[in-house]
């Protein structure tokens, strides 16, 4: 079965993980490459109305399992619809969050069992994970960010919360380093998406040479 390439964006809210992720997906369109960009929540029609459920500030009454299932039940249906008939399609698929938003928001950031909600996950995924991982290193105050923009349910959360999250995909990524690269935003949105071509092209050059080698009987 030919099998495409996963690559996830993942990291705070206003890191910039679209914006990289859709300049990612430019440069690979230009080079030749079959690639797809979607989000999560979202990027089916009934991954968006979960969206807007989730993230809605009139629904400041939604259980913390009641939430993370909704984050899963709109992975599950992507996983479904979009994500494994694109990777079997050969192509690359860039996708803004996965699994890892789950285990630091709800898990790390909310104190949801994280060992649980990795079951969970996997049913939902279908033992689908991602071949690399870029985790945007970026914080910014949540009073600022409020002064921005309307923030969202979750982006109304307080500090304390994000610093959480923040630490959880600390742990994530020292427990999967071969899978999760960190890049720190840089100032300049070029300088950030420089470094992670950089470790993209890496990856595609590891997965190409791997095809390529005998597979064992
Ligand atoms: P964003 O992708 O536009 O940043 O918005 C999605 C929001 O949902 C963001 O605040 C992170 C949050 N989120 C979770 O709390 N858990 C999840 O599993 C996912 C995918 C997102």
New binding site residues.
């Given amino acids: 079965m030919s099998r495409g390439i996963f690559i996830t964006f993942e990291g705070p809210?206003k890191s910039g993980?679209?914006t990289q992720a859709r300049l990612l997906e430019k440069y690979l369109k230009s080079k030749g490459w079959k690639t797809l960009f979607i989000?999560?929540?979202g990027s089916t029609v009934i991954g968006e109305k979960i969206r807007r459920v989730?993230?809605d500030r009139k629904n400041d009454g939604m259980s913390l399992v009641a939430e993370m299932l909704l984050?899963t039940a709109s992975?599950a249906q992507l996983v479904e619809e979009v994500i494994r008939p694109a990777l079997r399609r050969g192509m690359i698929v860039l996708c803004?969050?996965?699994q890892d938003?789950?285990l630091a928001?709800?898990g790390y950031g909310c104190g949801l069992d994280v060992a649980v909600l990795e079951k969970v996950g996997k049913l939902a995924t279908s033992g689908i994970t991602p071949d690399l991982t870029l985790l945007l290193d970026f914080w910014q105050s949540r009073d600022k960010l409020k002064n921005e923009s309307a923030p969202?349910r979750?982006?109304l959360r307080p500090d304390a919360f994000h610093q959480r999250v923040k630490k959880g995909y600390f742990v994530l990524a020292g427990r999967y380093p071969q899978r999760i690269k960190i890049v720190r935003v840089e100032p300049g949105i070029q300088e950030t998406q420089a470094k992670i071509r950089e470790i993209v092209e890496s990856c595609l050059l590891k997965k190409s040479s791997d095809k390529k080698r005998p597979s064992r009987s």
């Fill in positions: 809210e993980k679209s989000r999560e929540p989730l993230l984050y992975r803004d969050r996965f938003s789950t928001y709800q969202d979750i982006e």
